[in-house]
C-alpha cells in the first residue's frame, strides 16, 4: 500500500501552503500528518483526517476528499518549513507517506 | 508533561542484535501504546510495529517480518510496567538497517496516529 505526495511544496511567507496525499480508499481510512524539522523528531499536527492536537495552530487545518487528504496551512511562516508526513493504514499496519518538502521563500 | 526518552546510540556488526529502550513519564502508561517508527539517513519514516501496554498484543510491519532468517521476525517488541519503560529488539542486523529509530505514543495508530514521540536513537551498523 502505498501513499502518494509531492516531493516538495514551495510557498511565499503568509500565503497558503497546501500538501496532497493520496492512496487507494483512503478516504475509508483516517490520516494523520507530522512535521518534521531537521535533526528533530516528528511532530503531530493532524490526526483523524481534521483534527488538531493541542498545541497546533489554527493555522494547521486537514481535509479528505474522495482518495486524497491535503494539509492546507494558512498564513505559512518561515518556522512552517519543514518535511511533511501523511500516515494512514492498510491490512491493520501503518504506513507514511514518502514526505514533502515544505519551502517557505 | 509527556516525555519520552530514549537509549543512547550504538554501533553494532552485521548480524548482531541491539535493543533500544524508551522511558515514558507524564502518564498513565497502560493506557496507551508505544509505537516504532525508524528513520534511514535522508529518508522517510519506516513503521515498524506497535505494542499495546495493557494487554501486550503487538502489531509488526509485514517488511520487517519477512527478513530474518529461518523465517522468523527479526523484531520484538516488549514493555516493563514497572518501570514504564518500552523495548525494541531488531536482530540479524544488516548495514541498511542504519537509521535513527523513534519510540512514540499512542492511543491506536490507525486512528489517533503517534502524539509523542522520543528524542531518536541513531543505530549504525557496519563492520
Known amino acids: 500500500y502505498e501513499l502518494t505526495q509531492p516531493p516538495s511544496v514551495s510557498v511565499s511567507p503568509g500565503q497558503t501552503a497546501s500538501i496532497t496525499c493520496s492512496g487507494d480508499k483512503l478516504g475509508d481510512k483516517y490520516t494523520c500528518w507530522y512535521l518534521q524539522k531537521p535533526g528533530q523528531s516528528p511532530v503531530l499536527v493532524i490526526y483523524?483526517?481534521?483534527k488538531r492536537p493541542s498545541g497546533i495552530p489554527e493555522r494547521f487545518s486537514g481535509s479528505i476528499s474522495g482518495n486524497t487528504a491535503t494539509l492546507t496551512i494558512r498564513g505559512t511562516q518561515a518556522m512552517d518549513a519543514a518535511d511533511y508526513y501523511c500516515q494512514a493504514w492498510d491490512s491493520r499496519n501503518v504506513v507514511f507517506g514518502g514526505g514533502t518538502k515544505l519551502t517557505v521563500l | 508533561q509527556v516525555q519520552l526518552v530514549q537509549s543512547g546510540a550504538e554501533v553494532k556488526k552485521p548480524g548482531a542484535s541491539v535493543n533500544v529502550s524508551c522511558k515514558a513519564s507524564g502518564y498513565t502508561f497502560t493506557t496507551y501504546g508505544i509505537g516504532w517508527v525508524r528513520q534511514a539517513p535522508g529518508q522517510g519514516l519506516e513503521y515498524m510495529g506497535w505494542i499495546s501496554i495493557l494487554n501486550a498484543n503487538t502489531n509488526y510491519a509485514q517488511k520487517l517480518q519477512s527478513y530474518a532468517l529461518n523465517f522468523q521476525g527479526r523484531v520484538t517488541m516488549t514493555t516493563d510496567t514497572s518501570t514504564t519503560t518500552a523495548y525494541m529488539e531488531l536482530r540479524s542486523l544488516r548495514s541498511d538497517d542504519t537509521a535513527v529509530y523513534y519510540c512514540?505514543?499512542?492511543?491506536?495508530?490507525?486512528?489517533?496516529?503517534?502524539?509523542?514521540w522520543g528524542q531518536g536513537t541513531l543505530v549504525t551498523v557496519s563492520s
Open positions: 512514540a505514543r499512542t492511543a491506536n495508530p490507525l486512528v489517533t496516529g503517534f502524539d509523542y
Open positions: 483523524e483526517d481534521t
